[in-house]
């Protein structure tokens, strides 16, 4: 009754205020969200939850919004998405777990769009803040990990961790500055391995709250915007890191180099291939992890790994997500696993082998979820995580350089690598 009197009073305070204020006519329209939620944790039945009794969670999310006013390429692009800066509490009603807070920026693109409805996709990242951690509780010896008898927190290793989101939903407008809005999605929080231990939270939530438009009445004129002036780009990016093998092992340091093209299917979309080649330092007889065995003293080539990848690029103006799957086609730490495959026993492995246990071992292909932020002209910063399965296997950061070839109809003499400007389609 506490939470949904809470949430009736913030409602209130926000319409009203709407309804109070007069605006000027050179404001930009944009929202402000508040929205509780419930979740579920996915998993719970993992026996390192089982014994903290998580049964459901619950928060708030809040957000300020900012509808397209087509005034950008890329909101065109994307079916005039709205852009959102969100916050969100997180009570994870355990006393282990402690609470969590989040900021992040979010994305919110229109499927259906009539006057009075409106159903979007929503996609966010950012980071979040957990006050509770394996490091705050009086237990923290890292052969209780295994103990089911411990009461402790296996889910954080550090207080700041990674907030990946999606979800779907949906505003039915109310009145012309009020909605009514629901949502139901997903959200991870981890911190790739930064720390150790590093289960994470995998949440399913959904809950409904109000969406007050400040500006509502506010028209400009849409600008139409010509397509992107290149079809193909390449790609070149340094990166760097480190993780953390075992709880009271020190950070291993890791790094990687891409070099991919990619094609552009569409204005907002992009296909193509790359190679990439990875270095691990965590690739050690002395992790504490025993992930790899301990009678091998491993060369430096041992901790490198090459393979060719699947690149996709996601473009919302000067920000583009990026999604690669690829396969190992040099990577002999494959083995040097240490665990009793039932196929390969502890001795050597093809190059594309039978996985057993992603905790146990790791995969010949891997994924990369990243985003990049063009931060002068072609120049980007980069930040993903590279993953096998389910298991993230590191976060790194990294600086790149994109090389666009212009369309040859837009080539002007010897012309053909496109430099980004502010106002590039005049």
């Not at 919110?108 to 006050?131: D, M």
């Not at 990674?162 to 959200?187: D, K, P």
Request: glycine share 8%; proline share 4%.
């Amino acid at each position: 009754m506490k939470r949904i009197l809470t949430f009736l009073i913030t409602a209130i305070f926000f319409t009203t205020l709407v309804s109070a204020q007069s605006f000027k006519t050179e404001n930009d329209k944009f929202s402000i969200k508040v929205q509780p939620f419930l979740g579920s944790y996915l998993d719970k039945n993992n026996h390192h939850f089982e014994k903290l009794s998580l049964d459901n969670l619950s928060g708030m999310n809040l957000g300020i919004e900012f509808p397209s006013e087509q005034q950008r390429p890329w909101q065109q692009y994307l079916n005039n998405a709205t852009l959102g800066i969100g916050l969100s509490v997180i009570d994870w009603q355990s006393e282990y777990l402690g609470k969590a807070i989040a900021m992040y920026p979010y994305l919110l693109i229109p499927a259906v769009r009539t006057e009075q409805f409106q159903f979007n996709f929503k996609v966010a990242g950012g980071l979040s803040y957990v006050n509770e951690t394996w490091y705050t509780q009086e237990d923290h010896d890292p052969d209780n990990y295994f103990n089911d008898a411990a009461m402790t927190n296996n889910v954080f290793g550090c207080h700041l961790n990674a907030y990946l989101s999606a979800a779907a939903n949906f505003n039915y407008a109310v009145t012309r500055n009020v909605a009514l809005h629901g949502e139901f999605g997903y959200f991870h929080l981890s911190n790739g391995r930064t720390c150790m231990p590093n289960l994470g939270a995998n949440v399913l939530y959904g809950g409904v709250g109000v969406v007050t438009t400040f500006n509502s009445a506010e028209k400009k004129e849409p600008i139409q915007f010509p397509d992107l002036p290149y079809k193909w780009a390449l790609n070149i990016t340094g990166s760097g890191g480190a993780h953390r093998a075992w709880m009271e092992y020190p950070l291993y340091p890791i790094s990687s180099f891409h070099a991919g093209a990619v094609y552009s299917v569409n204005n907002w979309y992009g296909i193509g291939a790359g190679v990439d080649i990875f270095y691990n330092g965590a690739i050690d007889k002395n992790t504490g992890r025993s992930l790899y065995r301990q009678d091998i003293d491993y060369s430096f080539s041992d901790k490198i790994r090459a393979g060719i990848a699947l690149n996709n690029e996601f473009r919302m103006g000067i920000v583009t997500a990026i999604v690669d799957w690829g396969v190992y086609l040099y990577n002999p730490s494959r083995n040097y696993y240490d665990c009793n495959h039932p196929k390969y026993g502890y001795g050597k492995r093809p190059l594309f082998y039978d996985n057993e246990d992603a905790g146990s071992d790791e995969a010949f292909h891997y994924i990369r979820f990243g985003m990049k932020y063009r931060v002068w002209d072609n120049l980007y910063l980069q930040a993903s995580a590279k993953t096998h399965l389910h298991i993230c296997e590191y976060i790194e950061f990294g600086i790149g350089y994109q090389i666009p070839f212009l369309k040859k109809s837009l080539r002007k003499g010897d012309s053909r690598i496109f430099h980004h400007t502010k106002d590039w389609w005049k």
